[in-house]
């Protein structure tokens, strides 16, 4: 069994799902990066989501 599972990443701005990344579930906290948002047009916060 992987370890590993799909994560949402938002955008902290819009709210848009921008991003899928692997996580591994045996850490709590919720995943955060800076990524560029197509909708912002710019490097935005995104944050893990359910
Ligand atoms: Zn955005």
């Known amino acids: ?3 590993e599972k799909l994560a949402k ?5 819009c709210k848009r ?13 919720r995943l955060e990066l800076k990524k560029h948002c197509k ?3 710019k ?5 893990e989501t359910k």
Do not use: A, L
Request: hydrophobic share 20%; aromatic share 10%.
């Open 1 to 3: 069994m992987s370890q």
């Open 17 to 29: 799902v921008g991003y899928f990344t692997t996580r591994n579930k045996k850490i709590k906290t």
């Open 9 to 13: 990443m938002e955008c902290q701005e």
């Open 43 to 47: 490097h935005q916060d995104f944050k």
């Open 39 to 41: 909708d912002c047009k």
